[in-house]
């Protein structure tokens, strides 16, 4: 395959909320580039970017894709996204390898969670944005209003670059706003169309937002606002310039019309890519975490950054790289300077899907895919020895859920570690942790789906099949009061005896300060050298609990009196006595079950705040406040951990699928007395069972 410079390569995300058409647009845009003969269909799995068994499947993305073609003798490189939410790790790491993202909006629809989503993670990478109003062929469409949308959620910097002559079954036809002209759309597919007159009765809706976008770009830069205010308008030139440097620096945000199902206005984009989109060296210099820099140029030392890590059958480990600088080539010997382990770069090529093709040699800002990389993994960098650099990793979200598995065949256990640490290096949104406490496997994700395709892929991948079973609760016990007590141990049963006595006192302390051991003997009652052994007694049965089989935390406990025996005593003796004592101490101290709270914040349309507030108000949550955000509230609350099992489902049907949680760990908390009696209860039948 050809090999393209910096200044011919275009980088692209299709990003968006799930169903907006994300995969037809790249599907028909491959077919305007010539690299399909037909466009795809996701009904029947034939599209390119969807090929993986669980998206065709299921009838959604799951996997970042890779996409080429070429225009205008420039390569544009794109990147297809999921939409659904618990996929959100791969629309992250696509934020690191592109120069340009399209959020694709549903003309019918308008801004959803998704929408806010992928704008919000762009702005995080300083990342200009185009706005693709999609769907436009659809029956009962507002799209002054649509636009509307666009402009509450996202400022006044949403221009309209275009507008439809008419929207549903009769949308073929696009005033275009740069050109000032109407582009009639072919209705057989092929994406061809004409450029004709403004029709008269649009004529003046055209001027006037053809001024604005005149304005819009004029405002965005001193010498060009001089200029206009002077003739009134820019020269073809000025404003052309004056957009491309706006757009670069995100001082506007066009909005373009699409059906990408009829194929009507897609091709006009691939003209708005080379000629609006920045090529990427035009976007700044890339800093790496040692403050040290690259410039985006074939002519600097090599440095790479891996994106996304994809594990195929029959082929192995498949790395998803941007190269930042300088070039890349099969045969050259590199250094993942996130570890300090040396590579060679085995075979390396452009993507279509699943389709590669092989490339010789590739250069800066360009996207590719590189096999057997051994050491390197999601968020590793590559640069050439002795010129070393390493770039920021990938900040990933944090998992919304857990569950536990447990294997279905005895003597699994090894293969399911196995696969697990493999889905987790191709998925880091994927986390799973051997709890040692809880004797589960814990595994994490972002949703309901997202680990149920995990646990497909174990499945498939690694032939292993595994139960999922409703993760346990780190409880913690704690007490509300001082006590003290004697601990006494003895025996004599022939032979030399055991003798161990202390007396201690439990105090509370304030959450969060785990434990203290206060060693206030005088006088020598216990000798010296035993009182480590109090000390590892009383740890050691706060270890196991003493209510319900939890850990003890947040006690302070003092070793105040006590007493030896010359020949009897050791330090079994005073181990055992200091469990006895502390877990008579610990019965008169008013001791608490405690359970985690989740902070955790739901992003929601307005509708629906009611039901999600009566629902976490049901799940004995506190709400803690809420915030506007443009179209959406956010609702603040502390959750117990225990109520939240599976709530990304539940909050997924009671919005229609348009509200989204995330959460963290805030505090313990005291458990209510109706509900310590079932957690003991429970505790006491999982030991019966073990």
Known sequence: ????????????????????????????????????????????????????????????????????????????????????????????????????????????????????????????????????????????????????????????????????????????????????????????????????????????????????????????????????????????????????????????????????????????LLDVIINFV???????????????????????????????????????????????????????????????????????????????????????????AVVKLKNTHTGNTLAIKGKEIIYEKIAFPEPRIRSAIKPKAKGDEEKISTGLHILHEEDPTFVYKQDSELRQTIVSGLGELHLAIILTRLKRKFGVEVEEEEPKIPYRETIKKKAETQGKYKKQSGGRGQYGDCHIRLEPMKRGEKFEFVDAIVGGVIPGKFIPAVEKGVVETMEKGVIAGYPVVDVRVTCFDGSYHNVDSSEMAFKMAASLGFKKAFANANPVLLEPIMEIEVRVPEEYMGDVMGDLSSRRGKIMGMDAEGRFQVIKAQVPL????????????????????????????????????????????DKEEE
């Open 1 to 268: 395959m050809k090999s393209f410079q910096t200044e011919q390569i275009r980088n692209i995300g299709i990003c968006g909320h799930g169903s907006t058409g994300k995969t037809m647009l790249v599907e028909t845009l491959l077919y305007n580039l010539k690299e399909t003969t037909r466009i795809g269909s996701i009904e029947q799995g034939t599209t390119t970017s969807d090929y993986n068994e669980d998206e065709i499947k299921r009838n959604i993305s799951i996997n970042t894709s890779l996409l080429h073609g070429i225009w205008r003798d420039t390569k544009i490189n794109l990147i297809d996204t999921p939409g659904y939410t618990d996929f959100f790790g791969e629309v992250v790491g696509t934020m690191r390898a592109v120069d340009t993202v399209f959020a694709v909006v549903s003309a019918s629809s308008g801004v959803e969670v998704g929408t806010e989503m992928v704008w919000n993670e762009a702005i995080k990478n300083n990342l200009p944005r185009v706005l693709i109003l999609n769907k436009l062929d659809r029956d009962n469409l507002d799209f002054d209003a649509a636009y509307e949308g666009l402009v509450e959620s996202f400022g006044h910097q949403v221009v309209l670059a275009q507008f439809p002559v008419e929207t549903g079954v009769n949308f073929d036809g696009i005033i275009d706003l740069f050109r000032m002209k109407m582009l009639k759309f072919s209705s057989d597919g092929s994406g061809n169309f004409t450029e004709e007159e403004i029709p008269d009765e649009l004529k003046d809706k055209a001027e006037e937002l053809h001024i604005k976008l005149i304005e819009s770009v004029a405002e965005s830069d001193d010498t060009l606002m001089e200029k206009y205010f002077e003739a009134g308008t820019l020269t073809e030139d000025e404003f052309r310039g004056g957009f491309r440097r706006a757009f670069a620096q995100n001082e506007v945000f066009p909005v373009f019309c699409t059906s990408a199902t009829g194929n009507i206005g897609v091709k006009r």
């Open 278 to 368: 920045p090529a990427p060296n035009e976007l700044g210099e890339k800093i790496g975490e040692d403050e040290k820099t690259r410039k985006v140029g074939s002519s600097e030392p090599f440095s790479a950054f891996i994106f996304k890590t994809l594990s195929e059958m029959h082929v192995g480990e498949l790395s998803y790289y941007k190269i930042l600088s300088g070039k890349m080539k099969s045969g050259d010997d590199v250094v993942n300077t996130s570890n300090g382990a040396s590579e060679r770069i085995g075979q390396i090529f452009s993507l279509n899907g699943k389709n590669k093709k092989n490339a010789d040699v590739m250069y800066a800002g360009d996207i590719g």
């Open 642 to 685: 225990a109520e939240l099992y599976r709530y990304s489902t539940t909050l997924r049907s009671m919005t229609q699928g348009r509200g989204i949680h995330s959460r963290k760990f805030s505090h313990y908390e005291m458990v209510p007395s109706d509900v310590v009696e079932k957690i003991i209860e429970q505790a006491k039948k």
